[in-house]
């Protein structure tokens, strides 16, 4: 067990509406990356948070956004949901934002949108 | 875009028998990770390699980082039913925190 948890485990939501999936970072770490899964790939980088803020986001639209509290927990809000969002969404926190950390995995967010 | 390439996709061995998983990177990474994935879970980091040419070992498992910091591989000598699982490399191109994770190789480990 990493001490990464995600809720909910499972979600399953309609064309258009919005979703807001939670992660809670291990004890001691001040960084959470977000990752979406697409059933048989790799897992894609969305963005990542550090302290708070934003600290670098891949290949994303804007409608996927996110929030990191003062606690280090964070939130991944997506809008406008579409078909091909249905996915695993896996939230990873490491000891900082630098290079060579070691990311610990939550057991992610399943999240269907029909 | 930046991507990061695993050979092969799939692998069968019989139990005992070695395996090797390739990871090519279209450009130069600042580090390079290794996740374990087992069917229904979440990665599960395994080992990270920094420096050009690096090699590390983990009891059956070596790890390999290249000399440009642009491929890595992953060795297993005498497969387990234990190693059954999805192996994915993962590193940042140079100057970003943007971990970008390659295409995967899925073992499985007949007894």
């Known amino acids: 067990e990493t001490g990464v948890t995600q809720s909910p485990t499972h979600l399953i939501k309609t064309r258009g509406q919005q979703v807001t999936l939670r992660c809670s970072s291990q004890?001691?770490?001040?960084?959470v990356s977000w990752y979406q899964q697409a059933l048989g790939q790799g897992p894609q980088f969305i963005f990542q948070y550090y302290r708070e803020e934003e600290n670098g986001r891949g290949n994303f639209p804007p409608r996927f956004s996110g929030l990191q509290f003062p606690n280090y927990s964070s939130e991944l809000n997506v809008n406008a949901l579409e078909l091909d969002d249905s996915a695993l969404y896996l939230c990873?926190?490491?000891?900082?934002?630098?290079?060579?950390?070691?990311?610990?995995f939550g057991p992610g967010t399943r999240l269907t949108v029909t | 875009g930046q991507q990061v390439m695993q050979i092969p996709q799939y692998q069968h061995v019989q139990e005992g028998e070695d395996f090797t998983t390739y990871c090519n990177s279209s450009?130069?990474?600042?580090?390079i990770q290794w996740y374990k994935q087992r069917p229904g879970g979440h990665p599960v980091f395994l080992i990270q390699?920094?420096?050009?040419?690096e090699v590390k070992k983990q009891k059956r498992l070596t790890f390999q980082f290249g000399e440009a910091k642009k491929n890595s591989s992953l060795h297993i000598t005498a497969t387990q039913t234990t190693d059954v699982g999805t192996y994915f490399c993962?590193?940042?191109?140079?100057?970003?925190?943007?971990?970008?994770f390659g295409t995967g190789t899925r073992l499985k480990v007949l007894a």
């Open positions: 390699l920094v420096k050009s040419g």
């Open positions: 004890s001691g770490h001040n960084t």
């Open positions: 990873a926190s490491s000891s900082d934002r630098g290079l060579g950390r070691e990311q610990y």
């Open positions: 450009t130069t990474l600042s580090n």
């Open positions: 993962a590193g940042p191109p140079s100057g970003t925190y943007k971990y970008i």
